[in-house]
């Protein structure tokens, strides 16, 4: 359920987007806990009573900002594959996407694997559920006649895999070189996985 007001109007809604863009700023570089609604005002030069305006407190703020990303995440992947792959390529290209992805949205690395799913899952849960649900298509599009559980424990356990590993990407000087190790410890999950269920020998 939305606690934040989206404007229809086109200058309201310039300045709800302004005040979200500063503060996934402020979330990429300061944290989530770190970071308050006055800062957020300071940073956008807006009244803290128009952030307010919009955004009843900070996590109708998280909250907004985690729609968008979903949003995002969901076109970033198309509904239906337009090349024949098998799901090694494919599982190569949803890592590259992901990836491309947190490259292009600053606060997308902290809202995936800093913030305590504990406390926040019930709102940044949506991120998390549309990228298993993008591996999950894919999966049934490769091997349309896996069943749905399989499909499912693949699709999360794979998503599990990346976002356990995505941290090394800010840590590591080479970050392409991290990039090829994240796709072989997939890939090698997934022919583990393909062979334990018997659809590959």
Same mark, same amino acid.
């Given at each position: 359920?939305?606690?934040?007001?989206?404007?229809?109007?086109?200058?309201?809604?310039?300045?709800?987007?302004?005040?979200?863009?500063?503060?996934?700023?402020?979330?990429?570089?300061?944290?989530?806990?770190?970071?308050?609604?006055?800062?957020?005002?300071? @940073?956008?030069?807006? #009244?803290?009573?128009?952030?307010?305006?919009?955004?009843?407190?900070?996590?109708?703020?998280?909250?907004?900002?985690?729609? /968008?990303?979903?949003?995002?995440?969901?076109?970033?992947?198309?509904?239906?594959?337009?090349?024949?792959?098998? &799901?090694? !390529?494919?599982?190569?290209?949803?890592?590259?996407? !992901?990836?491309?992805?947190?490259?292009?949205?600053?606060?997308?690395?902290?809202? &995936?694997?800093?913030?305590?799913?504990?406390?926040?899952? @019930?709102? %940044?849960?949506?991120?998390?559920?549309?990228?298993?649900?993008?591996?999950?298509?894919? %999966?049934?599009?490769?091997?349309?006649?896996?069943?749905?559980? &399989?499909?499912?424990?693949?699709?999360?356990?794979?998503?599990?895999?990346?976002?356990?590993?995505?941290?090394?990407?800010?840590?590591?000087?080479?970050?392409?070189?991290?990039?090829?190790?994240? /796709?072989?410890?997939?890939? #090698?999950?997934?022919?583990?996985?393909?062979?334990?269920?018997?659809?590959?020998?």
């Amino acid at each position: 359920m939305k606690t934040w007001h989206e404007p229809q109007q086109a200058r309201s809604r310039e300045r709800f987007n302004h005040i979200l863009k500063i503060a996934e700023s402020l979330f990429a570089e300061h944290g989530y806990e770190a970071v308050t609604t006055n800062h957020i005002a300071e @940073h956008s030069g807006v #009244a803290i009573g128009s952030v307010y305006h919009f955004f009843p407190d900070k996590e109708a703020i998280l909250g907004a900002l985690v729609e /968008q990303y979903a949003s995002d995440l969901q076109s970033l992947f198309p509904p239906a594959l337009t090349i024949q792959a098998d &799901l090694e !390529v494919v599982a190569s290209i949803v890592i590259d996407r !992901v990836i491309a992805f947190e490259q292009h949205h600053a606060a997308f690395s902290h809202l &995936l694997y800093a913030l305590d799913m504990a406390k926040y899952g @019930h709102i %940044v849960g949506p991120i998390h559920q549309t990228v298993i649900a993008a591996i999950y298509k894919v %999966v049934q599009q490769v091997y349309p006649h896996m069943p749905d559980a &399989l499909c499912q424990r693949y699709a999360t356990v794979s998503f599990h895999l990346v976002k356990g590993l995505l941290p090394l990407m800010a840590t590591e000087p080479d970050a392409n070189t991290i990039q090829l190790e994240i /796709q072989t410890a997939l890939r #090698a999950y997934l022919r583990a996985f393909l062979q334990r269920e018997g659809y590959v020998s």
